[in-house]
């Protein structure tokens, strides 16, 4: 049973502080690529460490592949559930990426040959064979994401959570990780939680979940959430700007036979005029 569940998860960070989650449930099955959006503070990171056994529920249960997430399962878990963080220096420990790339099979314990193998095929996977020598401080922003991915990847699990893994870069760093995931999507039956603030970036994903106070606000497809503007607005989140500028196209009397999610798809609509 591949998917990740989550049933019925209650959390707090101590007993005497609030709880951070409340009676959260969903699935994300595999191959599904999920976004999970929210405001500051609505529980999002939270989630994704209980995905991987940073965290564990104190209510409910989290589950990976019909396996509860707990002491016992944990390591288990991290094989098949990777981690890729927002600060790309705070995820590097080696001196040269080759090393960075390896410490995290090592921790895993992989034998030496495979790791040899996997470091190869994961830098190539995301563009990055040339920088294999390279001291990981020397990279741009972009590139040291795409090693923090690599590293990940090199471990070969089934479910990557990029937690706000774009928010540091420039927009072409952020342009060039979105690509290197969507083909990763493609290549490899990956499934993909993005926890992000771009609602851009939101697009991409095949289903969409958003967090409000520590509960699950709403659930659908981008098209589905964009075109609750409403619902989004009384949280503090604005659709982006291709549905705005579609929506004002359609108040000009010009009809538009499908929501647009991006430039590509607004222009399409408009060619067929
Ligand atoms: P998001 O990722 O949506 O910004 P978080 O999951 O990081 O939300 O945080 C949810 C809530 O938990 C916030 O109120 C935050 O202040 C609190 N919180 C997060 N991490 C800790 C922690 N280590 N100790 C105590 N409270 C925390």
Redesign the pocket.
């Known amino acids: 049973m591949s998917r990740i569940e989550f049933r019925n998860v209650s959390f707090?960070?101590?007993e005497d502080?609030?709880w951070?989650?409340n009676n959260v449930s969903f699935a994300i099955e595999s191959d599904e690529w999920v976004a999970i959006i929210?405001?500051?503070?609505?529980?999002?990171?939270?989630?994704?460490?209980l995905m991987n056994g940073l965290l564990f529920p104190e209510k409910g249960e989290v589950l990976v592949d019909g396996q509860s997430v707990n002491e016992e399962t944990v390591w288990e878990v991290r094989k098949q559930v990777g981690m890729v963080f927002q600060n790309p220096d705070n995820q590097f420990v080696g001196t040269t990426v080759r090393d960075d790339v390896a410490f995290g099979m090592e921790n895993h314990g992989m034998p030496r040959e495979l790791m040899v193998e996997r470091i190869k095929e994961s830098l190539q996977a995301v563009g990055m064979t040339d920088y294999e020598s390279q001291e990981p401080h020397r990279l741009s922003g972009g590139q040291k994401q795409r090693v923090a991915i690599a590293s990940v990847l090199a471990v070969s699990p089934q479910y990557i959570i990029l937690?706000?893994a774009t928010a540091m870069l420039d927009p072409k760093g952020r342009k060039e990780i979105m690509q290197t995931i969507r083909e990763l999507q493609h290549q490899r039956n990956l499934s993909l939680i993005t926890?992000t603030h771009d609602l851009q970036e939101v697009t991409q994903a095949g289903r969409v979940i958003v967090?409000n106070q520590?509960e699950v606000w709403l659930e659908g497809s981008p098209r589905d959430i964009f075109a609750k503007k409403e619902d989004l607005l009384e949280i503090g989140l604005d659709t982006p700007f291709v549905t705005k500028l579609a929506e004002e196209i359609k108040a000009a009397g010009v009809n538009l036979q499908r929501e647009p999610l991006n430039h590509e798809e607004l222009l399409e609509e408009l060619w067929t005029l």
């Open positions: 707090r960070y101590q502080m609030p951070v989650l929210g405001h500051n503070g609505s529980g999002k990171s939270t989630i994704a460490k937690d706000e926890i967090m520590g």
